[in-house]
């Protein structure tokens, strides 16, 4: 899959992400979005690097969404903790 296809892929993930974990980011929604794109790549490198899994050349395949939509959830959940939950 191309770069183009791995953004592509963090933005709908950051997206996903984001629905299955509600509130108000500190970043609003360009951070929320930054985040599903870095959490689709590291989502991606692990699941390639440590699961055994290699990324997989399709845009539909069903493990590289959950390793995306994963690594977007733990961004955005790390991104909460050291920054706060709500914007003021």
Do not use: Q
């Not at 790549?41 to 390639?48: K, R």
């Amino acid at each position: 899959m191309s770069i183009i296809g791995w953004i592509i892929l963090g933005l709908l993930a950051g997206a996903i992400a984001k629905l299955l974990l509600p509130g108000r980011d500190p970043g609003g929604f360009i951070g929320t979005t930054l985040i599903g794109v870095a959490g689709a790549f590291i989502g991606g490198w692990i699941s390639a690097r440590w699961l055994d899994h290699p990324v997989s050349k399709h845009f539909y395949d069903g493990a590289t969404w959950a390793a995306a939509i994963g690594g977007s959830l733990v961004l955005l959940i790390l991104y909460r903790i050291l920054f706060g939950n709500s914007r003021d």
